[in-house]
């Protein structure tokens, strides 16, 4: 006996061809709308970027200058640079990326390949999450309490010391996530062979998931980079030449926070290249990061 059955003999209430049309039309008519909101919304956010990016090129561009890259930062009316911001950036970013992503790193393996499912692992990526998401304001505060007032001064350390904390948990993030992707079979072919688990991690695990960790590091050079309000609290700023660590470091984001408020017209100029260069700055390491997470793909 054939087990097909007919459309009509198929059970359930008999379809109102009127009440169908129905449906589909108020459908319909509630996702055209749905769209419409969301292009809508979509235009309105694609005008205001675009109304910051065009106004920030056309002043950053307008005040840039040979000037800006060879002279240090003076009085109003003195045609300075910010060659001291520019220097005191790099060096600030660079250390503390450099403090941080190490210390990233090994976290991210610890939660990978030896804290899965246990409570200290969950415990210490739930404060790593809250780290992430913390406003960098309270960053600068905490610096402030355990490395400016017990030392008596602001210094580039301190600075450093602040970027460095704001680096650890995206390297964490990053780091579990690429690990974590990485199939168990593989750990499992290289522990078969007779290698200890630290060699299965460095050389294997490290250097399959390297490209995805190194996306994370230039992600947060790029955050860094424009941190304004930690910069406040520790190595606070400095409009004369200095590289010595040990007292206040000039900065781009805090030169750019100083000048832009001032009623000098030369200063707010340099506020702007400096804003161009920083933006710049951060939409070439977001192209490097996705090429190189192109690349991995």
């Not at 804290?115 to 200290?120: D, M, N, V, Y």
């Not at 399959?208 to 406040?232: D, H, K, Q, W, Y």
Request: charged fraction near 15%; glycine fraction near 10%; aromatic fraction near 8%.
């Amino acid at each position: 006996m054939s087990l097909s059955l007919t459309a009509g003999a198929i059970p359930g209430p008999r379809k109102d061809p009127e009440v169908a049309l129905a449906l589909g039309r108020r459908r319909k008519r509630a996702d055209r709308i749905v769209r419409i909101l969301c292009v809508g919304a979509t235009l309105v956010g694609l005008a205001f970027l675009a109304s910051i990016l065009l106004t920030l090129t056309y002043r950053g561009f307008e005040a840039m200058s040979l000037r800006v890259f060879t002279h240090v930062t003076a009085p109003p009316g003195s045609e300075g640079g910010l060659l001291n911001p520019i220097v005191g950036s790099l060096i600030q970013a660079a250390l503390g990326t450099a403090i941080g992503t190490p210390i990233g790193m090994l976290v991210g393996t610890y939660l990978a390949e030896y804290a899965r499912g246990s409570k200290f692992g969950n415990a210490v990526r739930f404060v790593s999450d809250i780290l992430l998401s913390a406003p960098s304001i309270l960053i600068g505060l905490f610096v402030y309490q355990i490395l400016v007032l017990p030392f008596g001064g602001f210094s580039g350390w301190a600075g450093i010391a602040a970027l460095a904390i704001i680096v650890i948990p995206v390297v964490v993030r990053t780091t579990e996530d690429m690990l974590t992707l990485i199939p168990n079979t593989l750990r499992e072919a290289v522990i078969g062979l007779g290698s200890p688990k630290w060699k299965m991690i460095v050389f294997v695990c490290w250097k399959s998931a390297m490209s995805g960790i190194i996306t994370g590091i230039l992600l947060a050079v790029a955050r860094v980079a424009g941190e304004t309000a930690p910069l406040l609290f520790t190595s606070l700023g400095n409009n004369a030449w200095s590289v010595d660590l040990t007292k206040p470091m000039s900065s781009l984001p805090v030169t750019i926070y100083s000048f832009a408020g001032s009623p000098f017209e030369d200063w707010i100029a340099l506020a702007w290249a400096g804003a161009l260069l920083i933006t710049l700055g951060v939409l070439s390491l977001n192209i490097l990061a996705r090429t190189v997470l192109r690349g991995r793909k």
